[in-house]
């Protein structure tokens, strides 16, 4: 069983920088992709960036594409999601998930085993 502690959200002005933390539990972590997910009131939880396990190589949406950048430290089983030039719709309730060992990453929330409890990040304008 991952266990996955998400850190960092709060309240930001538009243009303005934020760095989500999840650190997971488990000796499995430098073997797992992770993802970061959010989910905006009313709205279905969206796929945002994701690191593979294997390479370290990174997708973005669309939507974050250029202005977040998510890492991993293997060391402190911990994954990353920097957040800059932030948008009031950004506005969400972001999530970490984890995939099983040795799966490659996804960008659907079926495909991912663990979930985070969410931290809130809200961007005024």
């Known amino acids: 069983q991952v266990q996955l502690v998400e850190s960092g959200g709060g309240l930001v002005q538009a243009g303005g920088s934020l760095r989500l933390s999840c650190a997971a539990s488990?000796?499995?972590?430098?073997?797992?992709?992770m993802g970061w997910f959010r989910q905006a009131p009313g709205k279905e939880r969206e796929f945002v960036a994701a690191?593979?396990?294997?390479?370290?190589?990174?997708y973005y949406a669309t939507s974050a594409k250029g202005r977040f950048t998510i890492s991993r430290d293997n060391a402190k089983n911990t994954v990353y999601l920097q957040m800059n030039s932030l948008k009031p719709e950004d506005t969400a309730v972001y999530y970490c998930?984890?995939?099983?060992?040795?799966?490659?990453?996804?960008?659907?929330?079926?495909?991912?085993?663990?979930w985070g409890q969410g931290t809130q990040v809200t961007v005024s304008s």
């Open positions: 998930a984890a995939r099983r060992p040795f799966k490659r990453i996804g960008t659907s929330v079926y495909e991912y085993d663990y």
């Open positions: 690191i593979n396990w294997s390479d370290g190589s990174t």
């Open positions: 488990g000796r499995t972590f430098s073997s797992t992709a």
